[in-house]
């Protein structure tokens, strides 16, 4: 049992150029999100999926876009990177949208953008 | 909207040292409450959670918080902390109605714990 799994672990970028940032769960969970973490700012929610099928702009969507390809799988695109996005990303799942439920989160991708 | 405050960036302490990390919350309705920690490249995972009932919440690892409403606090606390304690100690607010699971995190404390 993996939990979180992210992939690449670390990304270095040009300006302009795009990559996925890949996500997949093996607990069964509903809901999934995508999260930045920069210095002093704690984490931020980028886009959420409640469920397969579904996803919302969370509090920082600009210049992402994801993708709930299946319940497992959840990926965040930048389709033309900003030094802005410099960042770690991090994934997490619950089992739904309950308040209660915990969110597990992944091992977080540090992607860097020249 | 609800708000997160960690007063203390950096708390360095020594081992078996008694901790306190101070967590203070905004919001206009009720709240969830939670503590994770994050350990040097790892993700997050939950310490503890306080939804209802008593205010003293008991965690992982021998940490505990209490919730405090008048003073909208829920500091967390240990009362003897070992080098591998060292983290980052991120509290959060969710609220009980509206909004979703979306979870409001405060900018986090990061644990020293030296010898």
């Known amino acids: 049992n993996a939990g979180v799994t992210q992939t690449p672990k670390f990304q270095v970028l040009k300006t302009g150029q795009s990559m996925t940032l890949q996500c997949a769960q093996d607990m069964n969970h509903n809901s999934m999100y995508w999260y930045r973490q920069d210095p002093g700012m704690g984490l931020r929610l980028i886009y959420y999926s409640a469920s397969e099928g579904t996803t919302d702009k969370g509090e920082v969507p600009n210049g992402y876009n994801v993708s709930r390809l299946n319940k497992r799988e959840f990926s965040l695109r930048l389709e033309s990177a900003a030094p802005s996005q410099t960042s770690v990303y991090f994934c997490?799942?619950?089992?739904?949208?309950?308040?209660?439920?915990?969110?597990?989160f992944g091992p977080g991708t540090r992607l860097t953008v020249l | 909207a609800q708000s997160v405050t960690q007063l203390d960036s950096q708390v360095p302490v020594f081992e078996e040292a008694p901790v306190e990390l101070r967590c203070n919350y905004s919001s206009s309705v009720s709240v969830y409450l939670f503590w994770y920690v994050q350990y040097p490249n790892q993700g997050l995972q939950l310490l503890l959670k306080?939804?209802?009932?008593?205010?003293l919440v008991k965690g992982i690892n021998g940490f505990e918080a209490e919730f405090n409403k008048s003073q909208t606090s829920f500091h967390l606390r240990k009362p003897s902390v070992h080098i591998s304690d060292t983290a980052e100690y991120f509290c959060a607010v969710t609220l009980i109605t509206g909004g979703g699971n979306k979870l409001t995190f405060g900018t986090g404390t990061q644990l020293k714990v030296e010898l």
């Open positions: 997490a799942s619950s089992p739904g949208l309950q308040r209660t439920d915990t969110q597990y």
């Open positions: 306080y939804l209802s009932g008593s205010t």
